[in-house]
């Protein structure tokens, strides 16, 4: 199913990439801004446009710092360490993702992004670039992140700065999410329990202490459904995927988390 609902109006011959080459001149000024116009317009493009960190080695090294110092809180969870080893590892691997944006958020740690460019197929058969397509091979590799995806997640952010969130609610919205149940965890029952505990305690808490503001539930409600939504893969691809290359990013995550 396309991500948009655009129209094509031109047949196969005239949709394809070397014919608009080819005719680019050929359309009239006003075809020409009806054409860029509906470009702009089209969700598809902000799908097709990739992104990357423009100053990646800072923010980078801020994420893996704000992810181990999650991790050290996790262990530090006395419900979490009484947990089976094959559970305490099926949490994380579920979890890491939303647990390092409320990470970011908690840290303040911003970030910009850039577009990244990978040469076209058809840019390399028609120009024979064999030393372009030498340079932009690691590149390739990791292309980068949707901008509708990264555009989520700082929007995102932004918003969770905006609700000022406590030390005392972030703890409960860490709880929440780390103890989501997954498949095949062997205290599933408990796990889920413990979810609902943390989710208790939270709104417990901001009903005690902002009595004057009913909304604050609410929007900590929405963070909670929004952290639970989270794309894992645009998570990895914006913070670990330039670290870890093609190597396994759940292999990545498991040893940070069991380092000591």
Same mark, same amino acid.
């Given at each position: 199913?396309?991500?948009?609902?655009?129209?094509?109006?031109?047949?196969?011959?005239?949709? #394809?990439?070397?014919?608009?080459?080819? $005719?680019? &001149?050929?359309?009239?000024?006003?075809?020409?801004?009806?054409?860029?116009?509906?470009?702009?317009?089209?969700?598809?493009?902000?799908?097709?446009?990739?992104?990357?960190?423009?100053?990646?080695?800072?923010?980078?090294?801020?994420?893996? +710092?704000?992810?181990?110092?999650? *991790?050290? =809180?996790?262990?530090?969870?006395?419900?979490?360490?009484?947990?089976?080893?094959?559970?305490?590892?099926?949490?994380?691997? $579920?979890?890491?993702?939303?647990?390092?944006?409320? &990470?970011? !958020? @908690?840290?303040?740690?911003? *970030?910009?992004?850039?577009?990244?460019? %990978?040469?076209?197929?058809?840019? +390399?058969?028609?120009?024979?670039?064999?030393?372009?397509?030498?340079?932009?091979?690691?590149?390739? @590799?990791?292309? &980068?992140?949707?901008?509708?995806?990264?555009?989520?997640? @700082?929007?995102?952010?932004? %918003?969770?700065?905006?609700?000022?969130?406590?030390?005392? +609610?972030?703890? =409960?919205? %860490?709880?929440?999410?780390? =103890?989501?149940?997954?498949?095949?965890?062997?205290?599933?029952?408990?796990?889920?329990?413990?979810?609902?505990?943390?989710?208790?305690?939270?709104?417990?808490?901001?009903?005690?202490?902002?009595?004057? $503001?009913?909304?604050?539930?609410? %929007?900590?409600?929405?963070?909670?459904?929004?952290?639970?939504?989270?794309?894992?893969?645009?998570?990895?691809?914006? *913070?670990?995927?330039? !670290?870890?290359?093609?190597? #396994?990013?759940?292999?990545?995550?498991?040893?940070?988390?069991?380092?000591?």
């Amino acid at each position: 199913m396309s991500c948009c609902e655009c129209k094509v109006t031109q047949d196969t011959g005239q949709g #394809s990439i070397l014919y608009s080459i080819l $005719n680019r &001149g050929a359309l009239c000024p006003q075809a020409r801004a009806d054409t860029t116009a509906a470009h702009r317009c089209c969700s598809c493009a902000s799908m097709r446009k990739l992104v990357a960190i423009r100053a990646p080695q800072s923010v980078i090294r801020a994420a893996c +710092e704000v992810l181990l110092k999650t *991790f050290r =809180f996790v262990k530090n969870v006395p419900c979490f360490r009484g947990l089976p080893a094959d559970d305490q590892l099926r949490l994380v691997r $579920n979890s890491w993702a939303p647990l390092l944006l409320l &990470g970011l !958020v @908690q840290d303040s740690v911003d *970030f910009d992004t850039v577009e990244t460019q %990978k040469p076209s197929l058809l840019h +390399e058969i028609l120009t024979h670039d064999a030393d372009r397509r030498e340079r932009t091979a690691g590149a390739a @590799q990791h292309p &980068g992140v949707p901008l509708c995806d990264v555009q989520s997640i @700082q929007m995102f952010l932004v %918003k969770c700065r905006g609700l000022t969130i406590t030390v005392k +609610e972030h703890a =409960f919205l %860490k709880g929440a999410i780390l =103890f989501t149940p997954v498949p095949e965890l062997e205290c599933q029952e408990y796990i889920h329990a413990l979810q609902r505990e943390a989710e208790r305690a939270l709104y417990e808490h901001v009903g005690t202490v902002y009595r004057g $503001n009913a909304s604050r539930s609410g %929007k900590l409600r929405v963070v909670l459904s929004t952290l639970r939504a989270v794309d894992t893969d645009a998570v990895a691809g914006l *913070f670990l995927r330039p !670290v870890t290359g093609t190597s #396994s990013i759940d292999e990545h995550v498991l040893a940070m988390f069991c380092e000591r």
